[in-house]
């Protein structure tokens, strides 16, 4: 991993936008006036860091990404506290498996010390785009793209690292209240020795044939199996799964195919040092169905960086429909989402250190 101690270059915009009303915000849809760039190739390594006007790319047809889908993405948020300060969420975790990312797709990895250091230096001009309500926040979505205008299969020589920011509210319309997940039996996401547990743009291509086929049904996202038995639960399209079977805390164990959440890690530490039960597990779908059927199942919750955690209150598994709760988020659901989010926003003493100050 190179180590960069070069400047970033600051290019303002000449006209600014303006951040809509908190109570407006949707997800994903807005974004800031300006993006983080840098660079890579054999000589330079990664070089000319710059914050500049967010605009468009230039990109050859042939570029090596739109082929062969050689492309990383991390999710991760800036929040505003009530004194008005700006703060990051365990941000090393998300460099950290950033770099885990690259690796597995061939990609030079970062500079985990500088990558934080230039998206501060970001967060600080764009800081008059970070909402202010709880609730609500600034996405961070650093990506690095591959850029040899080459249709030979091998990895690119170049590369093109961004960040790109977004004033966020819920990222679920349902907001806390409880979605509904659907179990798909004909397709699969990922398998072990692929890139399933890497944040890779190809995982989330594979994902999406059964993800509209799951909305239509009514179904905001896709409970995967493993792709091997179609048998064990591996993780919902945009978060990690959590239920709670009589007073234990389980989640599928990480196995290859599974994104390592930092929202799944921080769930499972403060579980632990509240003196739950947790397993990490294998955990199959029959396992749940009996649990539910004898009344055991408790709860069922996701976690990941765009919901926090999003409770969820039926399962359909082919023609089998589970209820979990009575339509309201269960008990330890809330107390996780409270915890967290609670820190996030500084309303909570971070005694875990996980907060990194932005301003």
């Known amino acids: 991993m190179e180590i960069i101690e070069v400047e970033i270059t600051i290019r303002e915009k000449e006209q ?18 300006h993006m983080l760039n840098m660079d890579y190739d054999p000589e330079k390594g990664w070089h ?25 993405f991390e999710g991760l948020k800036a929040y505003k506290t009530a004194d008005g300060g700006v703060q990051l969420f365990r941000p090393q975790e998300n460099f950290r498996r ?32 970070i909402p202010e309500t ?26 093109r690292y961004f960040v790109i920011l977004s004033p966020v509210g819920a990222y679920y319309k349902e907001g806390f209240n409880p979605v509904k997940i659907w179990i798909s039996t004909e397709h699969v996401r990922a398998v072990r020795g692929g890139v399933g547990e890497y944040k890779a ?20 996202q896709v409970l995967w199996l493993d792709g091997v038995e179609l048998k064990y639960i591996e993780e919902v399209g945009a978060m990690n799964i959590f239920f709670v079977i009589n007073n234990e805390l389980l989640t599928p164990s990480l196995n290859g195919s599974i994104l390592p959440g930092v929202t799944r890690d921080s769930v499972l530490h403060l579980g632990r040092k509240w003196g739950m039960k947790v397993s990490e597990r294998r955990i199959s779908v029959d396992e749940v169905i009996t649990a539910h059927k004898s ?18 209150g039926e399962i359909r598994y ?14 330890i659901a809330v107390k996780f989402n409270r915890a967290i989010t609670d820190i996030q926003y500084g309303k909570a003493e971070d005694t875990e250190n996980w907060i990194e100050k932005v301003l």
Request: glycine share 10%; aromatic share 10%.
């Open 48 to 72: 000319n860091p710059r914050i500049e006007p967010f605009e468009d790319f230039s990109l050859s047809p042939a570029t090596m990404t739109f082929h062969y889908g050689q492309a990383i």
């Open 318 to 331: 082919g023609d089998q429909i589970m209820n979990i709760g009575n339509g309201e988020p269960g008990e």
């Open 98 to 129: 950033f770099n885990r990312s690259a690796r597995g797709m061939c990609i030079p990895e970062l500079d985990e010390k500088f990558a934080l250091e230039s998206l501060k230096t970001l967060l600080k001009v764009e800081k008059g785009w």
């Open 16 to 33: 600014k936008g303006k951040r809509p009303a908190d109570s407006s915000l949707g997800f994903g849809t807005l974004f800031t006036d």
């Open 295 to 312: 009344g055991t199942l408790r709860e069922v919750f996701g976690s990941g960086t765009a919901a926090v955690i999003s409770p969820v």
């Open 201 to 220: 743009a190809v995982n989330y291509a594979a994902s999406l044939y059964a993800s509209e086929k799951a909305k239509k049904e009514g179904y905001a």
């Open 134 to 159: 709880m609730g609500t926040s600034l996405y961070i979505r650093p990506t690095i793209i591959a850029t040899d205008p080459f249709l030979g299969v091998r990895a690119s020589h170049t590369y």
